[in-house]
């Protein structure tokens, strides 16, 4: 997964400007992103604090490691169930 080149309290901060009545356009073009990343952002993080924001970014990481686990381990089963077929 590709990482963002914002760290959560920039997306807040960025986020937080919008609120405040700050034009979509001028954001995008000041902080360098595009009218999807910002409308992404604004769905999933829209509302959210800095430290709030944080934490699910977290849990994102966290979410996205524990499936590649689940992924390796679920192809190593697989190799173990082929390995004690062919044996018998």
């Known amino acids: 997964m590709k990482t963002s080149k914002f760290n959560p309290t920039q997306i807040a901060k960025i986020l937080k400007e919008f609120?405040?009545?700050k034009d979509v356009d001028s954001?995008?073009?000041e902080h360098g992103i595009?009218?999807?990343t910002f409308y992404k952002w604004r769905q999933r993080y829209?509302?959210?604090e800095a430290s709030e924001l944080k934490r699910v970014k977290q849990l994102e990481e966290?979410?996205?490691k524990l499936k590649r686990m689940y992924a390796d381990l679920a192809i190593?089963?697989?190799m173990a169930k082929?390995?004690?077929e062919k044996k018998l």
């Open 82 to 84: 082929y390995i004690i």
């Open 34 to 36: 595009s009218k999807a």
């Open 62 to 64: 966290e979410n996205a």
């Open 19 to 21: 609120e405040s009545g």
């Open 27 to 29: 954001i995008i073009r």
């Open 46 to 48: 829209g509302g959210m």
């Open 76 to 78: 190593e089963l697989d």
